[in-house]
């Protein structure tokens, strides 16, 4: 089993910025992908930015040169850090894992960002 933990949302002017954090625990050395992904009201859940235990990480179009994923192995935690945000971003933002035991995929509670002025 695995829990995610998300923190760091909240509300901010367009053009600001804020990061999110994802805390990973329980059986973490099995994690082979973590990401992030935003449902906005009334849209379907899509994909925002990934990260894999290589190393290699992948953004949306819709974010990338504007949001960028991170992890910090020692704590466990992988980060969202998103700049010039947009009206648009508003949403509401999961933190997802995926372990190599049998693909079980993990989900956090998600944490609401809005971009408003």
């Known amino acids: 089993q695995v829990q995610l933990v998300e923190s760091g949302g909240g509300l901010v002017q367009p053009g600001g910025s804020l990061r999110l954090s994802c805390a990973a625990s329980g059986s973490i050395h099995s994690l082979y992908v973590m990401g992030w992904y935003r449902q906005a009201p009334g849209k379907a859940r899509e994909s925002v930015a990934n990260i894999f235990s290589s190393g290699n990480s992948n953004h949306a179009d819709s974010v990338k040169g504007r949001f960028t994923i991170s992890r910090d192995n020692a704590k466990n935690t992988v980060y969202l850090q998103m700049n010039s945000l947009k009206p648009e971003d508003t949403a509401v933002y999961y933190c997802?894992?995926?372990?190599?035991?049998?693909?079980?995929?993990?989900w956090g509670q998600g944490t609401q960002v809005t971009v408003s002025s």
């Open positions: 997802m894992a995926v372990s190599t035991i049998g693909g079980a995929q993990y």
